[in-house]
Nanobody
Framework: VQLVESGGGLVQPGGSLRLSCAAS????????TAWFRQAPGKEREGVSC????????FYADSVKGRFTISRDNAKNTVYLQINSLKPDDTAAYYC???????????????????WGQGTQVTVSS
């Protein structure tokens, strides 16, 4: 199983980015894909999740309203659209695959079976 992220880069505050996570090697269709981010000196944070089966989406409270997760099952790709970027969004963004999306107390809980290698997002003027 392989997850490959792309789409990161340097963007000015207020700008937008779309991250992609291309998956390969899965032998089952019923799984979920989540996006995490990790800023320097901080713990990795789950930000969004989508179920492959029905497209249900889940967002951590910290990003709700600015982040949109979507999927293209034909391409085995999950996207994360990030709008109104802020310097606090600067982080390495990782996608991950696992069995289910769970939100608890506004936080995303996700048991990770596979990680991608990450893509860097830097928000700076």
């Amino acid at each position: 199983v392989q997850l490959v992220e792309s789409g990161g880069g340097l963007v000015q505050p207020g700008g937008s980015l779309r991250l992609s996570c291309a998956a390969s090697g899965f032998t089952k269709d019923d799984y979920a894909t989540a996006w995490f981010r990790q800023a320097p000196g901080k713990e990795r944070e789950g930000v969004s999740c989508i179920r492959r089966s029905d497209g249900s989406t889940f967002y951590a409270d910290s990003v709700k309203g600015r982040f949109t997760i979507s999927r293209d099952n034909a391409k085995n790709t999950v996207y994360l659209q990030i709008n109104s970027l802020k310097p606090d969004d600067t982080a390495a963004y990782y996608c991950a695959a696992g069995p289910a999306c769970v939100l608890f107390g506004g936080l995303l809980r996700f048991d990770v079976d596979y990680w991608g290698q990450g893509t860097q997002v830097t928000v700076s003027s």
